[in-house]
């Protein structure tokens, strides 16, 4: 038994592709049916891969087959078998394909890689199937009031350019199974939601109303990579100043490189931040992050400052008082508001000396011998020679002194300071992370 194969047309020199679709019979620079109604052109669309996502230029970058579908009478062939022909971009040029064109395009080509990626389907009843691989990078309006916790959505659209709504009706073919991704599709920073068709009427006021075609998908941005290259080393370099809270308040040097390190640690991360960030006229939901966390870094900064500026206060303070303790323990006649001084020479009965039981005695010393060495002190002293009889006399001013400084003693006491700066500064830290996360994560 032989099998007999269909004649192969290509070797009949008289049938060309023109003379077969009668390419040369009509006049294909206008649309199909032109003068009656609108010619109904059906759309597909299959995403091969979501290239880039640039917050900067506020765009997005997609390759996609994108299909028509459409009937032309014109190009109506006898076939015995029904089957289609299929062309490749040559015969493009030579008929009327629709003029669809990406609306906020930046950049668009179609594919020549070996050739042009184009392709072209004609069944004998005149129905068409125009297919081509495309790259295009689109705008998209995205709101980075709450980045990186953000979710942004952006449309791919799709518009005839010369024909309105009363000569092309663009439609999609298959509602939203018109459109299909490829499920190996992903993004570093982003995690694909959904992917969905619309489609509206636009209006333009020298031209008129034109069908629109939207390719709708939106995108969550991955919180992982903003917690290790951002919010975590934040957090650290606030946990960072606390520790000069635990460092003795004499010990200046580290105190202060401390404060100046991490002050300039949160500056460098706040410019780096932005630096891959367009420069938008509102506050970005890691801003407030940083910007907080800038202020209690510097707050700790202050902190010290005003320990050290009360240390140096109660510093002199105390040796003013030590001074006036050392000029009242030197014998003096007169003034003598606080403490009474009696001077016995060597020359005292036993009698003056019982009278004197119970209050302090001690040795009467010159301002030489302040000044003194201790060893030369002791071998110029003569025991006996002097006494020095020191009485204390309370008064009223003296215990209102004393709780006036009781009173003053959390202010003026540096030790308090940190000890308090301890418990408040991480107490209110955590607290605003607990608000700044419950805003953001549930709100999302």
């Given at each position: 038994?032989v ?38 052109v ?7 891969s ?13 390759t ?29 040029k ?11 395009s930046?950049?668009?080509f ?17 129905h ?19 980045f ?7 449309s ?7 024909y ?15 459109l ?45 990579f ?24 004499r ?10 390190t ?34 209690f ?11 050290n ?10 040796r ?51 000044e ?14 002097h ?5 204390s ?12 400084i ?8 540096t ?24 805003s953001y994560?549930?709100?999302?």
């Open positions: 038994m099998l007999s194969c269909p004649p192969d047309v290509t070797k009949n020199r008289k049938l060309k592709t023109e003379q077969l679709l009668k390419v040369d019979d009509h006049d294909f620079t206008m649309r199909p049916a032109f003068g009656g109604p609108a010619i109904p059906g759309v597909d669309v299959q995403v091969e979501l290239d880039s996502i640039s917050e900067v230029d506020m765009d997005f970058t997609m996609l087959y994108l299909r028509h579908y459409w009937k032309d009478e014109r190009l109506t062939f006898t076939s015995s078998t029904n089957k289609s022909m299929t062309f490749d971009g040559r015969l493009v030579k008929i009327w394909v629709p003029d669809v064109f990406f609306v906020h930046k950049r668009s179609i594919h020549d890689t070996t050739t042009d990626n184009i392709m072209l389907r004609v069944f004998p009843d005149g068409v199937l125009y297919s081509l691989r495309v790259t295009v990078t689109a705008a998209c309006n995205m709101d980075f009031s709450r990186p916790l953000d979710t942004q959505t952006c791919l659209e799709l518009e005839s350019y010369a309105t709504d009363e000569d092309l009706m663009l439609y999609w073919k298959s509602g939203d199974e018109s299909s991704t490829d499920d190996r599709i992903s993004l570093s920073q982003f995690l694909i939601q959904k992917f969905h068709t619309t489609s509206h009427l636009a209006f333009y006021s020298s031209t008129g109303w034109y069908n629109r075609l939207y390719i709708n998908f939106t995108l969550r941005r991955h919180i992982f903003f917690l290790l290259q951002t919010y975590f080393p934040a957090t650290l370099m606030v946990m960072l100043s606390w520790v000069s809270f635990w460092i003795d308040r010990a200046v040097p580290a105190r202060v490189s401390l404060g100046i991490t002050v300039l640690t949160m500056s460098t991360i706040i410019t780096g931040v932005n630096a891959s960030m367009p420069r938008v006229s509102y506050i970005k939901a890691v801003d407030i992050y940083l910007w907080v966390s800038f202020v870094v510097f707050l700790s900064v202050l902190e010290y400052a005003a320990v500026y009360l240390s140096t206060v109660q510093d002199r303070r105390e003013k008082m030590r001074d006036e303790i050392r000029e009242r323990s030197l014998p003096c006649t007169c003034g003598m508001s606080q403490t009474r001084t009696m001077i016995l020479d060597g020359n005292y009965s036993e009698a003056d000396t019982n009278s004197l039981a119970g209050y302090t005695s001690g040795t009467m010393v010159s301002e030489e011998d302040v003194m060495p201790h060893e030369v002190m002791n071998e110029k002293q003569t025991p006996g020679e006494m020095v009889v020191h009485l006399v309370s008064s009223e001013s003296t215990t209102t002194k004393k709780k006036g009781r009173a003053l003693k959390i202010i003026q006491n030790h308090a300071i940190d000890k308090y700066s301890r418990m408040l500064f991480p107490g209110s830290y955590i607290l605003f992370n607990f608000i700044y996360w419950c994560c549930i709100g999302a």
